[in-house]
């Protein structure tokens, strides 16, 4: 871990915006760059796929269930680089260095799926993103969490700004890039390129105000101090990895990596690394359950090797982790089988009133968060402008392309006669949500009446599962096997809120009782682990969605949606009757 000084610490506070550290918008808007266009791509990649390969804007026309794998894939290892990412940050390049790559990387994924023309640029974009994203994530909150170093009390604050940072980019590329996409007028390539766009502006940004953060993410010294960890004498027993774990876990790495590819590329190609069966299992299944084997196998064996009490709180984070998993399973639905739902299945064409009443909504929506992040931004400039000119003239210049682009999208919504909803914009629901509700979720951790985390989860799950109800709901007329149908939007609107209500019950959380339950030294492997379930979860999304087909063809779409239904409110259950047990096993962690 790298060491700053005090003395540079306390520098970052002499120039503040908003009561914070100028460095912080820094990273609020970088990050806001970023996950504008990664989630300005996500919103467009599975309905380019699948679209029709005529008509007045191609896509490729590709089944459901290979889209879907495609991109359960994609999202699954967008989880697994940043473990190794945030190691080469650590121990060789530094963490500025590594953003920089990342965010570089990103660009040139963006850019080649912007090459629509043949498929080999798309399978060259998505592996650049990914390799991107491992670089990038981890980084920029490790920045943020050593500027605050000196300052904890602050630093609740500080993420909260940075979260509603990647919100913001989350809704306005999902807005954005959804709209220039779907449009004939545009068209994909211009959707996945102006994606790549803003990233390269957030790199340039970065890059030009990087000196804003004095020493903090400079490349590691090899003689770097090591910080003392503050830990209790019974768990501070070290439990070093041997050369028989090393090489369990390299072998469950490189089986799981090539079981997250291979499921596309079966699909896609005729090459299929699994070409085989035992005892009747495909080879694929055989592969996956046998590194799921040596997967207990080997977290049982390092756990019985800790202390007791340490023993207890780990075995804690792992079953919080495995509830983790299947809420990502049904919430990732959000990229895919509900992005067909909202595309094949929903009225999203509006006249008269209806027309009027939604061009109003999405322009409050639109606009508002827009001259809230306006006015940050010239907070920042007034701070930093005669030290950094050139990253705030490119920062200036991304938002007049995006006060531009929204002029653009909202006049022509006024000018249509009719309008026809963009699929893609469903999914700013979910940021609008969070930024609307996270305060008021924030107010109840920190009051009297926060609960233990285990009704967290359980709530978190129960409200996912009123969400997929809503839709089993609204799916009852549609007949078995239908391809198309005209839902009302209001149960897509319903599950959407209810989704995000699930998620800052549970994603939130998560990630603050695994630092919590470990030692510091330990919340590499641990967030690791976490992070590995996250990736699970959104690998048998992409699964799980893709047999939406299959399910509505033997059955009906309302028992696609009751699927991700019973399943939610049975675990969320489950997971509350659990309490007592956790409870124990914490050991009074709250």
């Not at 959407?496 to 994603?507: A, N, P, V």
């Amino acid at each position: 871990m790298q060491v700053t000084t005090a003395e540079n610490n306390n520098d970052l506070f002499k120039d503040k915006v908003i009561g914070h550290p100028a460095g912080l918008f820094v990273l609020f808007f970088t990050e806001m760059w970023e996950r504008f266009s990664y989630y300005g791509m996500r919103a467009l990649l599975v309905l380019f796929l699948t679209s029709s390969i005529t008509g007045m804007n191609p896509g490729w026309g590709w089944p459901r269930e290979t889209a879907l794998a495609i991109y359960g894939s994609y999202t699954s290892l967008a989880y697994l680089t940043p473990i190794l990412g945030g190691y080469i940050a650590d121990k060789i390049i530094g963490y500025r260095a590594a953003v920089i790559v990342g965010a570089s990387l990103m660009t040139l994924g963006h850019l080649s799926m912007a090459m629509e023309f043949d498929p080999i640029f798309m399978y060259l974009g998505l592996g650049l993103l990914v390799l991107g994203n491992g670089f990038f994530k981890p980084n920029m909150t490790s920045i943020l969490s050593h500027m605050y170093k000196k300052h904890p009390e602050k630093k609740d604050g500080a993420y909260t700004i940075f979260y509603m940072g990647v919100n913001s980019g989350a809704f306005l590329g999902m807005l954005l890039c959804g709209y220039i996409g779907e449009s004939p007028d545009w068209g994909w390539s211009y959707g996945f390129g102006l994606a790549g766009i803003f990233m390269f502006i957030g790199m340039l940004q970065f890059y030009f105000t990087r000196n804003i953060f004095g020493n903090i993410g400079v490349k590691p010294e090899k003689n770097e101090e090591v910080v003392e960890e503050n830990e209790s004498p019974e768990e501070a027993k070290r439990n070093p990895f041997s050369k028989f774990d090393i090489s369990i876990i390299a072998i469950i790495s490189v089986v799981g990596l090539l079981w997250t590819i291979n499921d596309p590329l079966s699909k896609i190609t005729s090459v299929n690394f699994f070409n085989f069966e035992v005892a009747g299992l495909t080879g694929s299944n055989f592969a996956i359950l046998a590194a799921l084997v040596l997967f207990v196998f080997i977290l049982i064996k390092r756990i019985s090797q800790y202390t007791p009490v340490l023993r207890d709180k780990m075995i804690a984070v792992i079953i919080l982790a495995f509830i983790t998993i299947f809420f990502w399973a049904s919430f990732e639905q959000a990229g895919g089988s509900m992005t067909i739902f909202a595309k094949d299945y929903t009225a999203r064409v509006l006249e008269g009133n209806q027309k009027l009443l939604f061009n109003i909504a999405n322009t409050l929506i639109t606009v508002t968060p827009l001259l809230i992040i306006s006015f940050v931004l010239i907070k920042l400039f007034s701070k930093t402008f005669k030290r950094f000119a050139l990253g705030n003239i490119i920062l200036a210049t991304g938002f007049l392309i995006i006060w531009g682009l929204v002029i653009y999208m909202l006049s022509a919504q006024y000018k249509d006669v009719k309008a026809e909803v963009p699929a893609t914009w469903f999914g700013v629901l979910n940021s609008l949500f969070i930024i609307s509700l996270a305060p008021l979720v924030s107010k109840l951790w920190e009051s009297k009446y926060s609960p233990f985390a285990t009704i967290k989860n359980g709530i978190g799950m129960i409200l996912l599962g009123i969400g997929f109800a809503a839709l089993a709901y609204g799916s009852l007329s549609i007949p078995s096997g239908a391809k198309t149908a005209s839902v009302s939007m209001i149960w897509l609107i319903l599950a959407y809120l209810f989704h995000t209500l699930g998620e800052l019950f549970i994603s939130p959380v998560g990630l603050s009782y695994v630092s919590k339950l470990v030692p510091g030294r330990m919340i590499a492997i641990m967030f690791g682990i976490w992070y590995l379930a996250i990736a699970i979860g959104n690998k048998i999304a992409g699964k799980m969605g893709g047999m939406i087909d299959e399910i509505t063809a033997q059955y009906s779409m309302k028992t696609f949606f009751l699927i991700f239904t019973l399943v939610p409110f049975a675990l969320g259950i489950f997971i509350m009757l659990l309490t007592p047990v956790l409870k124990k096993l914490m050991h009074g962690v709250r």
